[in-house]
C-alpha cells in the first residue's frame, strides 16, 4: 500500500511535465523539423492518424534541417541572439547590483520588519505586468514625467532621449525582474550564521574582509539562483522590447512573434524556439552541476 501510494506521489509531477513540457515540446520540435506552407496550417507534414503507421512513417521522412540552417547561416538571425544575450546579461548585471545590497539590507534588518520588507520586494506584482510597462511609457517619453521633472528643476536644456532606446528596455527588464533577484539572495543571506562573522572578526578580520571571507562566499548559491531568474525570463521577454524598445532593438521575443504572426513561417519560429532553450538550458545545468558538488562535499 505504501509502495503503490509512494508510486502515485511520484506520477502526479512526472505526468505534470509530460502534459505541459514534453507534449508541448514535441510539438514544437515537430514544427521546426517541417516545411512552411501556403496552407492550413502553415507548414508540411500534417499527420494524420487515419493513414495509419506507415503513412505517419512517410510523412516523418519529410521532415527537414533547413530551418536550422537558415537559422544558423543568416546574420540576422546569429545578430538577434547575440543582441539578447547582451541585452539579458546587462540587465542581469544591474538586477545584481542592485539586488544585493537591498537583500542585504533586508537580511540585516530587524526581525519584526523583514516581513514587511519581503512585502514590499513582492509589491509591483500585485499590479498588471501590462498596466506596469505602459508606466515606464508614461516616465520615459520625451514629453513623459521624467523628462518634464528634470526640465523643471534644471537640469537638463531639452528633454532626453531615453524612451525607444536599449536603454529603456533595460530599465524596463530590470524593473520587472528585480523581485526575482532580491529573493534568492535575501533567502541566503538570511540563514547565514551570524556567529560565523563574529568568529572571523575574533580572528582579526575588519568588517569588509569578513564580508567578502564569509558572508559573500556562503550567498553565492542565492546570488546564482537569482541571476538565473533573472536572466531566463529576460532573454526571451516580447512586452518589454516591444513596447519600451525602438526598431533596432531585436530580440528573440520579438522575432518569434515577427515569424509566427507577420511571416507566417512556423517551422522557422519554432526552430529558433528550439535554439532559445538550448541556451537557456545551457547555464541551468551548470548551476544544477555546481549545486551537486556542494552537495557532495
Known amino acids: 500500500m505504501k509502495s503503490l501510494a509512494r508510486r502515485l506521489v511520484l506520477a502526479v509531477p512526472l505526468l505534470w511535465l509530460l502534459a505541459f513540457f514534453v507534449a508541448p515540446f514535441a510539438i514544437v520540435l515537430k514544427l521546426s523539423l517541417s516545411r512552411a506552407a501556403m496552407a492550413r496550417p502553415p507548414y508540411e507534414p500534417v499527420f494524420n492518424l487515419s493513414d495509419g503507421f506507415w503513412g505517419l ?10 530551418s536550422y540552417s537558415l537559422l544558423l547561416s543568416d546574420w540576422l538571425y546569429l545578430d538577434v541572439y547575440v543582441s539578447s544575450l547582451r541585452i539579458a546579461g546587462l540587465a542581469t548585471l544591474i538586477a545584481l547590483l542592485i539586488g544585493y545590497p537591498l537583500a542585504l539590507a533586508m537580511s540585516r534588518a530587524p526581525a519584526h520588519w523583514r516581513p ?32 518634464h521633472a528634470l526640465l523643471g528643476m534644471g537640469l537638463i536644456a531639452e528633454p532626453l532621449r531615453i524612451f525607444a532606446t536599449e536603454g529603456a528596455v533595460l530599465i524596463g527588464l530590470v524593473y520587472a525582474y528585480l523581485p526575482f533577484t532580491v529573493l ?13 562573522v563574529e568568529a572571523a572578526m575574533d580572528l582579526g578580520a575588519t568588517k569588509t574582509s569578513a564580508f567578502w571571507s564569509v558572508t559573500f562566499p556562503l550567498s553565492l548559491p542565492g546570488l546564482y539562483a537569482g541571476a538565473l531568474l533573472m536572466f531566463i525570463p529576460a532573454m526571451g521577454e516580447f512586452v518589454i522590447p516591444d513596447l519600451l524598445g525602438g526598431s533596432n532593438d531585436l530580440m528573440i521575443g520579438r522575432l518569434l512573434w515577427a515569424e509566427f504572426f507577420s511571416n507566417r513561417d512556423w517551422p522557422m519560429a519554432s526552430a529558433a524556439a ?11 545545468l551548470l548551476f544544477e552541476r555546481a549545486q551537486s558538488r556542494e552537495a557532495d562535499t
Do not use: M
Not at 512513417?57 to 533547413?66: C, G, H, K
Open 184 to 196: 534568492p539572495i535575501f533567502n541566503a543571506l538570511d540563514k547565514q550564521d551570524s556567529a560565523l
Open 116 to 147: 514587511i520588507l519581503i512585502v514590499l520586494a513582492i509589491a509591483p506584482f500585485w499590479t498588471s505586468f501590462l498596466v506596469r510597462v505602459y508606466a515606464w511609457i508614461v516616465i520615459l517619453k520625451d514629453e513623459g514625467l521624467l523628462n
Open 274 to 284: 528550439i535554439v532559445l532553450l538550448g541556451l537557456l538550458l545551457a547555464p541551468l
Open 57 to 66: 512513417v512517410e510523412s516523418a521522412r519529410q521532415f527537414t534541417f533547413d
